[in-house]
């Protein structure tokens, strides 16, 4: 996912919008559903196909239909649906490490939209002292770019790992995995809403059209 709320105008070229290319933002949109989907399957599990009341519920509707099953007749039905969307899951995930893999691939064969570049260049300028406020704000918000890139890639390891944890006997004894995978989750939270906030931030200030340009490109140099 890009833009928290960058300015709009780039460092290197103060009069003109940034520019996206259509690969980035295939990139950042395809992200952001594949996240959505993946958050939106542990959000159903945790919640809606989770606790005593789901149990209940299912129970009270099997009644209605002169139906009665007791708690233990339920609970593989129950497992059964939690398992299903724990397929979409790993299907979000493995979806996910691929984008990330073709996140590595666009950043090696990419010029000026490579992130680790923005990042020397945001640096550079802040050590000169030349538009200092902007390479500031430009340094940080690339940073935290790709800390987040980091953590995703953090995130579709250790799933691949749980993935394959049956197949592979010493993953299967690596039980810290699943903490990890777990943790990493929190953070793209914290990620998304930081993300949100300084778009909705941005859009109110003097980088309006930020979304849009995700969507189009922007205008060009």
């Known amino acids: 996912m890009t833009v928290i709320e960058p300015p709009r105008k780039d460092i290197e070229h103060l009069p003109e919008n940034k520019k996206y290319s259509s690969s980035l933002r295939f990139w950042h949109w395809a992200n952001a559903i594949v996240i959505t989907g ?45 398992d299903r969307v724990w397929q979409y899951h790993i299907y979000f995930g493995i979806s996910l490490a691929t984008l990330l893999l073709f996140r590595l691939i666009y950043e090696f064969y990419t010029g000026d939209q490579k992130l680790i570049r923005k990042i020397r260049v945001a640096y550079a300028q802040y050590k000169s002292g030349q538009n200092k406020l902007i390479a500031r ?26 993935v394959f944890e049956d197949d592979v006997p ?7 995995i699943r903490d990890i995978h777990g943790f990493c989750m929190y953070l793209v939270l914290i990620f998304i809403a930081v993300h949100l906030a300084g778009v909705f931030l941005a859009e109110r200030k003097d980088s309006k059209g930020i979304v849009s340009d995700m969507i189009n490109g922007g205008q060009k140099d």
Not at 137 to 162: D, N, P, R, S, W
Not at 171 to 176: G, N, Q, S, V, Y
């Open 170 to 176: 010493f993953l299967h004894e690596m039980h810290f």
């Open 38 to 82: 993946s958050l939106l399957t542990v959000l159903v599990n945790s919640t809606v196909l989770a606790g005593w009341g789901t149990m209940l519920f299912v129970q009270g509707q099997l009644k209605k239909s002169s139906i009665n099953a007791n708690p233990d007749q339920l609970r593989p039905v129950i497992g059964g649906l939690r």
């Open 137 to 162: 704000h430009e340094l940080v918000v690339k940073t935290l770019y790709a800390t987040f890139y980091v953590v995703l890639c953090i995130m579709a390891i250790t799933g691949l790992c749980l």
